[in-house]
C-alpha cells in the first residue's frame, strides 16, 4: 500500500548511543518531515526537507540530524541519545502541503534508558 | 510565534449525542488548517482540510469550520459512535512546509 513507511516501530536506547530512525514513501511528495510528540503537547517540528538534497531545521532540532539524498527516504538520526529524546517520532510527507495536507507514518516509540 | 490550543483535554459523551471540537490559533495568517485522529499507538490519519480562504468542509458525519479572523476551527461529529472514540488534534499550516499542532482532545464515546 502506498503511504508513509517507518521503521522500527519501538526501540529502547541507552544514553549516550546513536541510531537512525527510517522514513519512506513511495508517493514522490517533495515535502517529508519529522516530528516528535509529547504527552500533553501538540506535535513538534524537527527538521523538514522540501526535496532531495535540501534540508532545515524545526523548531527542536538540537541532537537530531537528517539527509535526503532521495525523493523517497528522509532519515532521522540519533547523535547521542538524551532521557530527553524519549517520545514518539512520527514522519510525514506531502506533495504541496497548500492543497493536500500530509499523510503520517505510524510513527516510533523510542524510550532513552 | 503560533500557538494553538484545543479545549477541552478530554471529552465523554453518550452514543448518539453530537460531537463539538474546539480549535483556537493565535496568528490568522494561516495556509490552511488540518483535522486529524489518532487511534491510541497509531499515527495521525487526515480527517478534514480546510483552505484559508474556506469556510469550512465536510465529509460524511464530520463538518469543519474556519473562521481566520477569530482565530478558531470547530470540528463537529454528528451522531457519535463508540468508533469515533479517539484523540483528534488540530494543525495550521503556517507556510508550505510546516504544520503547527495544538495538544488534541481525547474523546470516549459511551455505548
Known amino acids: 500500500n502506498a503511504g508513509v513507511t517507518q521503521t522500527p516501530k519501538f526501540q529502547v536506547l541507552k544514553t549516550g548511543q546513536s541510531m537512525t530512525l527510517q522514513c519512506a514513501q513511495d508517493?514522490?511528495?517533495?515535502?517529508m518531515s519529522w516530528y516528535r510528540q509529547d504527552p500533553g503537547m501538540g506535535l513538534r517540528l524537527i527538521h523538514y526537507?522540501?526535496?532531495?538534497?535540501?534540508?532545515d531545521q524545526g523548531e527542536v532540532p538540537n541532537g537530531y540530524n537528517v539527509s535526503r539524498s532521495t525523493t523517497e527516504d528522509f532519515p532521522l538520526r540519533l547523535l547521542s541519545a538524551a532521557p530527553s529524546q524519549t517520545s514518539v517520532y512520527f514522519c510525514?510527507?506531502?506533495?504541496?502541503?497548500?492543497?493536500?495536507?500530509?499523510?503520517f507514518g505510524s510513527g516510533t516509540r523510542l524510550t532513552v534508558v | 510565534k503560533q500557538e494553538v490550543t484545543q479545549i477541552p483535554a478530554a471529552l465523554s459523551v453518550p452514543e448518539g449525542e453530537n460531537l463539538v471540537l474546539n480549535c483556537s490559533f493565535t496568528?490568522?495568517?494561516?495556509?490552511?488548517l488540518q483535522w486529524f485522529r489518532q487511534d491510541p499507538g497509531k499515527g495521525l490519519t487526515s480527517l478534514l482540510l480546510?483552505?484559508?480562504?474556506?469556510r469550512e468542509q465536510t465529509s460524511g458525519r464530520l463538518n469543519a469550520s474556519l473562521d481566520k479572523s477569530s482565530g478558531r476551527s470547530t470540528l463537529y461529529i454528528a451522531a457519535s459512535q463508540p468508533g469515533d472514540s479517539a484523540t483528534y488534534l488540530c494543525?495550521?499550516?503556517?507556510?508550505?512546509?510546516?504544520?503547527?499542532f495544538g495538544a488534541g482532545t481525547t474523546v470516549t464515546v459511551r455505548a
Open positions: 510525514a510527507s506531502s506533495p504541496d502541503l497548500l492543497w493536500v495536507g500530509y499523510t
Open positions: 508517493m514522490n511528495h517533495e515535502y
Open positions: 526537507s522540501v526535496g532531495a538534497g535540501i534540508t
Open positions: 496568528d490568522s495568517a494561516i495556509y490552511n
Open positions: 480546510i483552505q484559508s480562504s474556506q
Open positions: 494543525a495550521v499550516g503556517i507556510n508550505d512546509y510546516k504544520l503547527s
